[in-house]
């Protein structure tokens, strides 16, 4: 199995140099931008398997190196960023990111969620049942595939998680902190809209006109998958 690769993209060398550190000391290939535009030059020589970039970048800043990201790309992306405004992690979550860390921020703490989300993507291989099939949907772990009546539906890798944790067993009902504890795998600081933020998108690929997303909320406790025999 090959190396898993990161790219990291900032522009203060001391956070790109402190980040690379840590990560090679996992035995993760690490490269580095210092701009969007840079990372774009990256991106089209070479395949990486997850991004970590910070939000405040000359040239191209970071939401605007996700969107293009997004374009081609469905690997999880862990965002940076100096500010800690609601509204910048919810643009991130829009944009199709799967993490948000605030500086100043915890190099282990960096490289823990780093691992997760690598685990999470790259390692396939599992005890559980791989394919789910429902009137309409398949969700092909494996390939990490999601078809809509034969029509490939594009998500992020969040947002695959969060699909197949909740339809693996279809009509039980989870809540906020039993999704992110379970999707995300660790102490997401409290930020339950994180949840709401990837259902929002989940409903508005998956949806079909006038018939159910599949993902049903249970006001006042959280979310379940079900469908329709139609």
Known sequence: MSVPRVLVVDDEEGIRELVTMYLEKERLEVDSAPDGQAALSKIEKKNYDLFIIDVMMPKLDGFGLVREIRRFSDKPVIMLTAKGEEYERLLGFELGC????????????????????????????????????????????????????????????????????????????????????????YDYFGDLRTVDTHIKKLREKLGRNNSPDYISTVWGVGYKFEVNDD
């Not at 005890?127 to 490939?152: T, Y």
């Open 98 to 185: 799967d993490d948000y860390v605030v500086k100043p921020f915890s190099p282990r703490e960096l490289v823990q969620r780093v691992k997760v989300l690598l685990k999470r993507t790259l390692n396939i291989e599992t005890n559980e049942q791989n394919i789910l099939k429902f009137p309409r949907l398949i969700i092909d772990k494996p390939a990490r595939l999601v078809k809509v009546d034969g029509e490939e539906k594009v998500l992020t890798p969040k947002e695959f998680e969060l699909l197949y944790y909740l339809a693996k067993n279809p009509g039980r009902v989870y809540t906020r902190e039993q999704i992110l504890e379970n999707v995300w795998g």
